[in-house]
């Protein structure tokens, strides 16, 4: 008697990045509005309720698409962008460029423009890694730390991202995950596919509308 075959294991792990920002914030966000609403909600009179209800209805969805649902999941084959209200499927073979500048951003060959919302840029970052890079390459202000490089780079840290934004090492890991699909012979099997978050915006129109029609008979 032959065992049963395994359930066969994914060609590429994701590596997944989100910001931690964004899921704090929105889960305060979140329990703050639940704490609000609610009190509104059993203690309101008249229309509040409802107009508690629909408010929550509202903003419910939004807070969630805008801090918790954005994430970006790459693989050596293909990256899956999960934005606000969209999620973009793209092989490496479509990607013609990834780059950070004001906000992280995936060109296509066809060069449409797709935002990682996951990957928020921080000048402030950039300005606190940039500090912290200068001190680790040349002299302190006591000048115990020779310009001079008798220090080797790779004893720095430097190589391994230190002095380095967090937005500006996902980059250069999904450049990274680009270069290794490009010098790749195989065919991916990967489409393009962008779907509409309908599951997000469904239920932020209907409370939109219903906490209008509430307001307008208040």
Not at 49 to 58: F, G, I, K, R, S
Not at 60 to 77: K, M
């Amino acid at each position: 008697m032959t065992s049963p075959t395994p359930p066969a294991e994914p060609a590429y792990a994701d590596r997944t990045f989100r910001s931690v920002a964004g899921l704090v914030s929105g889960t305060l966000l979140i329990l703050l509005g639940l704490w609000l609403g609610g009190d509104a909600m059993f203690r309101g009179h008249g229309w509040v309720p409802w107009q508690a209800l629909a408010a929550l209805l509202t903003l419910i969805p939004l807070i969630l698409a805008f801090t918790l649902r954005p994430a970006v999941f790459a693989n050596e084959e293909r990256i899956r962008i999960r934005n606000p209200f969209r999620t973009i499927v793209l092989p490496w073979t479509e990607v013609a460029a990834v780059r950070a500048a004001y906000s992280s951003e995936i060109v296509t060959q066809g060069g449409v423009t797709y935002q990682l919302w996951a990957i928020p840029v921080s000048l402030r970052d950039r300005k606190r890694a940039a500090r912290k890079a200068g001190r680790q390459a040349g002299d302190d202000q006591h000048g115990r730390t020779s310009v001079r490089g008798r220090t080797p780079a790779h004893t720095t840290g430097l190589d391994s991202g230190a002095g380095v934004a967090a937005a500006d090492q996902a980059v250069v890991e999904l450049r990274a995950l680009a270069e290794q699909a490009g010098d790749r012979t195989e065919q991916s099997t990967t489409t393009v596919s962008v779907r509409w978050a309908f599951e997000i915006i469904a239920p932020a129109v209907v409370g939109a509308v219903l906490l209008a029609v509430l307001l307008a008979l208040a």
